[in-house]
C-alpha cells in the first residue's frame, strides 16, 4: 500500500536558526514525490517535484532532496514568513496524489 | 489566468440538506480531482476525472456523487448532507498523468 509519513508534525524555529523536515514514502514504482506549501486558509501551493534518488532543488531558502525512502525539506535561515504548513505527496497508481499529514511550520523572530 | 476556482468559499449546511460545489480551471487541463482535508488526517481523493466523460472513485467517494460538467468544470454532490462531511474541500487539476496538480482554494463545509 503507498504511503507517505511526515515528520516532525510541528516544528518552532527562531528566524535564521536552519532545519530539515522528513518525509518518508512507500510506494511501487516512484512517479513523483512533490511538495507543497499551505497557508492557513489556502489551498497547497505547489513547491517542487523530484522524480530520482539523489535528485535536488532549491528555490530561495528551500531545498529538497530524494533517496529511495525519503525526502527531506531543508530550510536555511528561515523567515517568518516561511511559516506554514509543508505537504509531502507521492503519485498513485491512479495518477492521484498520496498526501501526509504535513509538518507545520513556525517561525518565530 | 484564474487557475482553479471554487464556489462557495464556506457554506453551512443541516443534516439533510443537499448542495454542490462547484469547481472550474482555465488551464485546459485533462485531469480534475476532489479532495477533502480534515485535521490529522491529510489530504483524501474523494473523486477523480482523468479526462472529459470519465469519472472514478478515490479513496473516499461514499456520499458524495460528481459530474465532469466539460473540460472546464468538474462538480461535487452531497445528496443528504451529515455532520462527518464536514470537512474543507479542495478541487485540482493538471494537465497530463505526469504533470503537476494544481489546487483551488478550498471550500469550507459544516454540516450541523
Known amino acids: 500500500e503507498d504511503q507517505v509519513t511526515q515528520s516532525p508534525e510541528a516544528l518552532r524555529l527562531q528566524e535564521g536558526e536552519s532545519s530539515s523536515l522528513n518525509c518518508s514514502y512507500t510506494?511501487?514504482?516512484?512517479?513523483?514525490l512533490f511538495w507543497y506549501r499551505q497557508d492557513p486558509g489556502k489551498g497547497p501551493e505547489f513547491l517542487f517535484t523530484?522524480?530520482?534518488a539523489g535528485e535536488e532543488k532549491e528555490k530561495e531558502r528551500l531545498k529538497a532532496t530524494l533517496t529511495k525512502k525519503e525526502s527531506f525539506l531543508h530550510i536555511t535561515a528561515p523567515k517568518p514568513e516561511d511559516s506554514a504548513t509543508y505537504l509531502c505527496?507521492?503519485?498513485?497508481?491512479?495518477?492521484?496524489?498520496?498526501f501526509g499529514k504535513g509538518t507545520k511550520l513556525s517561525v518565530k523572530p | 489566468n484564474a487557475g482553479v476556482t471554487q464556489t462557495p468559499k464556506f457554506q453551512v449546511l443541516k443534516t439533510g440538506q443537499s448542495m454542490t460545489l462547484q469547481c472550474a480551471q482555465d488551464?485546459?487541463?485533462?485531469?480534475m480531482y476532489w479532495y477533502r482535508q480534515d485535521p490529522g488526517m491529510g489530504l483524501r481523493l474523494i473523486y477523480y476525472?482523468?479526462?472529459?466523460?470519465?469519472?472514478d472513485k478515490g479513496e473516499v467517494p461514499n456520499g458524495y456523487n460528481v459530474s465532469r460538467l466539460n473540460k472546464r468544470e468538474f462538480s461535487l454532490r452531497l445528496e443528504s448532507a451529515a455532520p462527518s462531511q464536514t470537512s474543507v474541500y479542495f478541487c485540482?487539476?493538471?494537465?497530463?498523468?505526469?504533470?503537476?496538480?494544481?489546487f483551488g482554494p478550498g471550500t469550507r463545509l459544516l454540516v450541523l
Open positions: 485540482a487539476s493538471r494537465q497530463g498523468p505526469e504533470e503537476t496538480q494544481y
Open positions: 510506494v511501487s514504482g516512484l512517479r513523483g
Open positions: 523530484l522524480y530520482s
Open positions: 505527496a507521492v503519485r498513485g497508481s491512479q495518477g492521484n496524489l498520496i
Open positions: 488551464m485546459n487541463h485533462n485531469s
Open positions: 476525472s482523468a479526462s472529459e466523460g470519465t469519472t
